[in-house]
T-cell receptor, first 120, second 116 residues
Framework: AQTVTQSQPEMSVQEAETVTLSCTYDTSESDYYLFWYKQPPSRQMILVIRQEAYKQQNATENRFSVNFQKAAKSFSLKISDSQLGDAAMYFCAYRSPGTYSGAGSYQLTFGKGTKLSVIP | NAGVTQTPKFQVLKTGQSMTLQCAQDMNHNSMYWYRQDPGMGLRLIYYSASEGTTDKGEVPNGYNVSRLNKREFSLRLESAAPSQTSVYFC???????????????FGPGTRLTVL
């Protein structure tokens, strides 16, 4: 079974600075998908960024980018120009490739999360 | 589009009571999921439905049952609630349907359940 580890239970960053959240995972599969979700105090789970293991290029979404190191099984999230609205729990998640028949599960395996605080 | 909706948002039960959590999605997704979130534990999968008419157990299915009522709706039932089932419950959906794609999951707002 796959496992996802987020080694930083809590992090803080000054507003406008850059912060990196770490995530490592354990798998024997060669293709898979990785996601970062944000959970603000409202509790809503919001997809921040996604990455397919076969793609060498690191994903970027505005101020959010990832550093994907497949050999090291590492998938860190970098937030640039941090804003007060970035304060939230951040979860890293892993998904195995689906079957072409659609019979398999697309379930996500989540890490335990990192609580990010943004200091004004 | 409402996306994924869940009812109720909050619920308090006494030990031994039963209840059903409702979930509906309007994105024409094939796959639906129920997760629970406990402090310090991330989200853990309870049950999923890869497509209409199928359901399967996830990581923590004990004490729960599910029904995929139709393509839109996926309910989670607690037959005899226990304090260990105090948690926040999330429903999610994804396109599913096979093939090789991100199939990202979209989540509902969650239900906070307390069992006394």
């Amino acid at each position: 079974a796959q496992t996802v580890t987020q080694s930083q239970p809590e992090m803080s960053v000054q507003e406008a600075e850059t912060v990196t959240l770490s995530c490592t995972y354990d798998t024997s599969e060669s293709d898979y998908y990785l996601f970062w979700y944000k959970q603000p105090p409202s509790r809503q789970m919001i997809l921040v960024i996604r990455q397919e293991a076969y793609k060498q290029q690191n994903a970027t979404e505005n101020r959010f980018s990832v550093n994907f190191q497949k050999a090291a099984k590492s998938f860190s999230l970098k937030i640039s120009d941090s804003q007060l609205g970035d304060a939230a729990m951040y979860f890293c998640a892993y998904r195995s490739p689906g079957t072409y028949s659609g019979a398999g599960s697309y379930q996500l395996t989540f890490g335990k999360g990192t609580k990010l605080s943004v200091i004004p | 589009n409402a996306g994924v909706t869940q009812t109720p948002k909050f619920q308090v039960l006494k030990t031994g009571q039963s209840m059903t959590l409702q979930c509906a999605q309007d994105m024409n997704h094939n796959s639906m999921y129920w997760y629970r979130q406990d402090p310090g534990m991330g989200l853990r999968l309870i049950y999923y439905s890869a497509s209409e008419g199928t359901t399967d157990k996830g990581e923590v299915p004990n004490g729960y049952n599910v029904s995929r009522l139709n393509k839109r709706e996926f309910s989670l039932r607690l037959e005899s609630a226990a304090p260990s089932q105090t948690s926040v419950y999330f429903c999610a959906s994804s396109r599913g349907g096979g093939g090789n794609s991100y199939n990202e999951q979209f989540f509902g707002p969650g239900t906070r359940l307390t069992v006394l």
